[in-house]
C-alpha cells in the first residue's frame, strides 16, 4: 500500500539531526553535542503549578485558541519585554509547540505554488512544511554575510510568487542575531510588497550582548508578521510544548481555524504550568543564559584555538565551525569523530545545502561534557 502514500509525505526525509541523535544512542560511551535541548531542569515552581493542576483536576478541554488567562499572560510577556502589542482574546494562539505554530501558519498563508524564502543554512524544520502544502522553498545563500538574511541578499530572491519571508533570529544552527539596522532595512523593504513574514523568536531569551528586537516592532510590519514563540528554550520546558503565534487579527482568525482542527487544544496541564512560567518567571531565562554565555566562551576559544573558522555567536546555544580545510564532507567528519573519538556533532547538511562544509556543535550541555568533548574533538584533528 506504500504506493498509494501523498508523494509529497513520500519525499520527506528524517531530520538530519535527529538521524544523527538515534544513531548516538548506539554508542554507549559517546559525548553528544547534538541535541539543542536546555540541560537545565524545569524550575521548580513551574512543576509545582503543574502538579496543583492535576491535583484539581484541571484536565478538560481549554478554549481552542488556549487559556483566556494565559493569552493575557502572553501578550503582557512580549509586550513588557520587546515592545508588542497583541490583543490577548483575538490575537494570541496557544500551540502545541513552536513547531504546531509553525505549522498552522504555513498551511494557513500558502497555497500551491507559493515561494518561501529562507535563509540557508537552517534549522531543517520548514522545508517540509512548505512542500507540504505545496510551496516552494527559495534559500538565499548567507554564508559570505556572516549568516545573516540582511535586505540586499533577500532583495533579489522577491518574486512576484513570493508568499512569506522566514526570519529566525537567533539562528539555528549559527547563533548569529540581526542588529537593529538590518532589521529596519527588512522592514523599508517590505514595506509596500505585500508578503507574509515569520519571525521564529524561540530564542529570544537567550541573546546574550543586546536585547531581543522583533521586526514586528518596525512600522508597518505588525500586520504582515507572524511572530512564533514559546517556553522550550527560555524556560527549559521542551517537554511540555507549549508555543505561541502572535499575529494581527486579521490572520489569526485563520490560522485558529487550522490549530482548531489539527489539536483542538494544547494540553491544559501543560497551559497552566505556561501561565506560571509566563507570570511568577518572566526572568527565569536568567540564570540558564549566564551559564550559556560562559559555555559559549569556552568552547569558542577552544575551537579557535583548534584553528577553526567560525563566527561567535551571539545567541541560542550552537556554534556552526568550518571544516573545509579537512577536505570532507559533513557527515565523513561527524562520522568519523563519532567512531574514532565517540564525540557526535551534527553535520552541516542537515541545515541545507548551504550547511555543507560545516558541523553544527550544541552548548547546551555542563562544562564537564563540553571540556572532555573538546578534548576529544582536538585529538581527533590532529591524528587527521
Known amino acids: 500500500m506504500e504506493h498509494l502514500i501523498n508523494p509529497r509525505v513520500n519525499?520527506?526525509?528524517i531530520s538530519g539531526i535527529r538521524k544523527i541523535s538515534n544513531l548516538v544512542s548506539t554508542y554507549k560511551d559517546a559525548l553528544t553535542l547534538t541535541i539543542g535541548q536546555?540541560?537545565?531542569p524545569t524550575p521548580d515552581h513551574i512543576m509545582k503549578a503543574a502538579h496543583a493542576a492535576i491535583d484539581e483536576q484541571k484536565t478538560t478541554y481549554t478554549p481552542n485558541a488556549g487559556m483566556l488567562e494565559l493569552r493575557e499572560a502572553a501578550a503582557n510577556y512580549v509586550s513588557s519585554k520587546y515592545g508588542l502589542r497583541y490583543r490577548p482574546d483575538t490575537e494570541v494562539i496557544v500551540t502545541v509547540g513552536a513547531s504546531e505554530a509553525l505549522d498552522i501558519t504555513l498551511r494557513t498563508i500558502l497555497e500551491e505554488g507559493s515561494e518561501v524564502i529562507l535563509p540557508g543554512p537552517i534549522y531543517p524544520g520548514y522545508e517540509p512544511i512548505?512542500?507540504?502544502c505545496g510551496g516552494t522553498p527559495v534559500y538565499v545563500d548567507t554564508r559570505a554575510n556572516g549568516f545573516k538574511l540582511t535586505?540586499?541578499?533577500l532583495e533579489p530572491h522577491i518574486t512576484d510568487r513570493t508568499r512569506c519571508i522566514i526570519l529566525c533570529y537567533p539562528s539555528n544552527p549559527t547563533g548569529r542575531v540581526l542588529g537593529e539596522q538590518e532589521l529596519a532595512d527588512i522592514a523599508k523593504l517590505l514595506e509596500n510588497k505585500s508578503i507574509f513574514v515569520i519571525s521564529d523568536e524561540i530564542y529570544s531569551e537567550l541573546i546574550y550582548d543586546q536585547p531581543h528586537i522583533s521586526i514586528a516592532a518596525y512600522p508597518g510590519m505588525r500586520e504582515k508578521t507572524i511572530v512564533i514563540n514559546g517556553l522550550s528554550k527560555s524556560h527549559a520546558m521542551t517537554g511540555w510544548r507549549i508555543g505561541f503565534t502572535y499575529a494581527d487579527e486579521s490572520i489569526s482568525q485563520h490560522m485558529l481555524k487550522v490549530h482548531q482542527y489539527n489539536v483542538t487544544c494544547a494540553s491544559s496541564?501543560?497551559?497552566?504550568?505556561?501561565?506560571e512560567a509566563l507570570t511568577n518567571g518572566v526572568d527565569d531565562a536568567l540564570p540558564m543564559?549566564?551559564?550559556?554565555?560562559?559555555?559559549?566562551?569556552?568552547v569558542y576559544d577552544r575551537l579557535t584555538q583548534m584553528g577553526f573558522a567560525l563566527e561567535k555567536p551571539e545567541g541560542a546555544f550552537y556554534l556552526f565551525p568550518s571544516?573545509?580545510?579537512f577536505k570532507m564532507s559533513s557527515m565523513e567528519f561527524a562520522m568519523r569523530l563519532l567512531d574514532e573519538q565517540r564525540v557526535a556533532v551534527v553535520p552541516g547538511d542537515a541545515f541545507s545545502s548551504y550547511g555543507e562544509g560545516y558541523i553544527r556543535i550544541s552548548y547546551a550541555y555542563g562544562m564537564d561534557v563540553l571540556e572532555k568533548a573538546t578534548d576529544r574533538l582536538e585529538k581527533f584533528i590532529k591524528n587527521l
Open 289 to 298: 543564559k549566564e551559564a550559556y554565555v560562559q559555555r559559549r566562551d569556552y
Open 11 to 13: 519525499d520527506i526525509q
Open 38 to 40: 536546555p540541560d537545565f
Open 323 to 325: 571544516i573545509d580545510r
Open 130 to 132: 512548505i512542500r507540504l
Open 269 to 275: 496541564i501543560s497551559q497552566y504550568a505556561a501561565l
Open 151 to 153: 535586505a540586499d541578499l
